[in-house]
């Protein structure tokens, strides 16, 4: 069975990652891209659906582990009755052919290991031929091939569809065992020196974090953040995943299991304002490269998410074979909110190209041009109903955050006019701007409920109407902001933990579309410590920070939820979203 969530660190090289346990089980790995199918997904199954274990033989359960420094190397430590060893997993940088290293150093004494691995191809279903040639095995089915070197004095052999490996490590000795993935039609991968590349992956690592250094409070858990942030950006074509996994439920044997291996606009642009925010130019060029390239054709029928590589079509399918994260059925693949309308990327989008001019990158005549045709769009649609941030499967509404980053988009372009001169229909902009202004203040808050709801006419609450202060749209002193945050802090938080809307309720699920409950959402816990930063309760506002940021794991990682009640971690994992609200309210705080 897979661990807890919070039980697994990550591994990667900026176009995959890789999901390592406690137990020294790699559960989840998807050759060659985030979203590929995957060749390791005990995650979502159990260890017939693919994984590689490395551990001293009967360890249950690591002594420590951490990170190299500012990397993504990751150190598992294990000591046993007659010594102890370490494990050093990491993907180096990508060069013909993605790798998982892991390096096995014996500290003291001796260790005896045992290594389990069952490479299961497309999604855990797919045992492949596996065959010897020279040093090494090659395990191969269809599209995929992955070849696997060990140090000549690590024994192996295959047993029940696995190879086992077992060997004794002595202190001093640092014994690599060497996976490799290429299309099936080709040929030997080129040979790979362990500790070559354990070098060269600390010092991208170490160039990249030098770059990235953020000074301040809550230092570690920012800069692990930021790597994070960074890991889950597709290095050849600047595309950023919302997480590295899929269908990690957000209710434990619920049906809320999605799969986040996409680049949303939304997730993305608020990656990139966090990673902006600690300096990094790079990432945000990139980027924006990639939107443009994504959008290319018909801009104003932007979608609200892509593949990494900007393709349109992601069909969501149901993986009827994989029995699921801890029995949560279905496990989906592709994601159905790709068809969605989402009215508040156009907000996040030219918020984030304002950010971006802000940060000094200029706004070429294509950029320009982009954003035009967006605010054309945004234009003749922003009255409409649509689905929102939270993507409801329960038919459009009018929601109020998605008005309020309409709003957004027109006072952002306005200002990105203003700066640059370039032209525009400023005049139609800025009554657009205002108009959307009154209709939300007119339709939008509730002084029954004291709040703003979160959909016109609507009864209930959501923490994305926080953004009424976030994005400026009502200054912090408004009596409705007030009330608002104050209304979201004391109907949607459990024990400090937000709720981005309630559900449970049958009016719930008519709002969602979805059945069961779910978990607190991370991100809307940050951004309720932001809201009390700009009412002026900064001290509140700190310990929330506090609070929620405590319960990254070991090695300060967070999904996308948390169950209040069972105290875990719930949902994909690492999340962008939420790591990305964890580097913005820690700036914040550390600016206040
Ligand atoms: O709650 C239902 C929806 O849940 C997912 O969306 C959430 O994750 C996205 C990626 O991080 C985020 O952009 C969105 O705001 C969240 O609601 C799922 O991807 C949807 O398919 C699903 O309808």
């Known amino acids: 069975m897979a661990g807890r969530i919070e039980d697994y660190a990550l591994i990667g090289d900026l176009q995959t990652a890789a999901l390592v346990g406690r137990n020294g089980s790699i559960d989840w790995l998807c050759f060659p891209r985030f979203d590929s199918p995957s ?41 046993t009755s007659t010594g102890t060893a370490k494990v050093i997993d990491f993907m180096p940088q990508r ?14 004494g001796s260790v005896d290991m045992r290594g389990e691995l069952r490479l299961r191809f497309d999604y855990g279903r797919v045992v492949p031929w596996v065959r010897r040639t020279d040093n090494q095995r090659v395990a191969v089915a269809g599209p995929d091939s992955v070849w696997m070197r060990d140090h000549p004095s690590i024994h192996s052999y295959g047993k029940g569809f696995a190879t086992i490996a077992e060997f ?10 060497i996976l490799s993935w290429m299309p099936s039609h080709y040929t030997v991968p080129p040979g790979q020196d362990a500790e070559k590349s354990l070098r060269e992956t600390l010092d991208g690592w ?69 990673l902006l925010r600690g300096g990094c130019i790079e990432e945000a060029v990139a980027w924006r490269q990639w939107l443009l390239r994504a959008v290319a054709g018909d801009p104003a029928a932007l979608q609200i998410m892509y593949g990494v590589g900007g393709e349109r079509r992601l069909p969501e399918l149901v993986a009827k074979w994989l029995p699921g994260y801890e029995g949560s059925v279905p496990v989906r693949f592709g994601n159905a909110a790709v068809e969605q309308l989402q009215l508040d990327v156009y907000g996040e989008v030219i918020d984030t190209l304002h950010t971006a001019l802000e940060a000094g990158i200029p706004t070429e005549r294509h950029v320009w041009g982009l954003v035009k045709a967006l605010m054309d769009f945004l234009e003749g649609h922003w009255h409409e109903p649509d689905e929102g941030i939270w993507e409801v499967r329960g038919g459009r509404r009018h929601f109020v955050h998605s008005k309020i980053m309409c709003w957004v988009a027109f006072d952002r372009a306005v200002k990105m006019a ?25 339709k939008g808050y509730d002084p029954e409920l004291g709040a703003f709801t979160q959909y016109y006419g609507g009864k209930t609450l959501d923490a994305a109407t926080l953004f009424v202060v976030k994005t400026g749209f009502l200054p912090p002193d408004d009596p409705r902001v007030v009330s608002t945050v104050k209304a979201v802090r004391d109907g949607l938080s459990h024990d400090g933990f937000v709720r981005r809307y309630s559900t449970g309720t049958a009016n719930d699920s008519a709002v969602d579309g979805l059945p069961g409950e779910e978990g607190a959402f991370l991100a809307c816990s940050f951004w309720l410590a932001d809201a009390l930063v700009a009412i002026g309760h900064k001290e509140e506002a700190r310990a929330l920070f506090e609070q929620v940021a405590a319960i990254s794991n070991d090695l300060g990682l967070i999904s996308e939820q948390w169950d209040p009640r069972a105290g875990r971690q719930l949902g994909n994992t690492p999340q962008a979203f939420t790591h990305v609200a964890l580097v913005n309210t820690a700036f914040l705080l550390a600016e206040s």
């Open 39 to 79: 060749c390791f997904g005990a995650l979502l199954g159990g260890k017939e659906n693919g994984h590689w274990l490395l551990a001293p033989v009967n360890a249950t359960e690591c002594t420590s582990r951490s990170y190299v420094g500012d990397s993504l190397v990751l150190e598992t430590f294990w000591e």
């Open 95 to 108: 060069d013909a052919t993605p790798d998982v290293i892991r390096i096995v150093e014996g500290i003291s």
């Open 168 to 177: 004794t490590v002595r202190a001093g000795e640092r014994l690599p065992m």
């Open 206 to 274: 170490y160039e990249w974090s030098t770059k990235a250094r953020y000074q301040g409070p809550y230092q570690d858990l920012v800069m692990r953040s930021m790597i994070v942030l960074k890991s889950l950006s597709y290095q050849p074509t600047g595309g950023i995943v919302a997480a590295a996994t899929s269908s990690l439920p957000e209710q434990i044997g619920g049906e809320r299991n999605w799969d986040y291996r996409f680049c949303w606009l939304r997730d993305s642009t608020m990656t990139l304002s966090a």
């Open 418 to 442: 203003e700066a640059t001169g370039m032209t525009a229909p400023l005049a139609r902009w800025r009554w657009t701007r205002d108009a959307i202004h009154a209709d939300v203040c007119a």
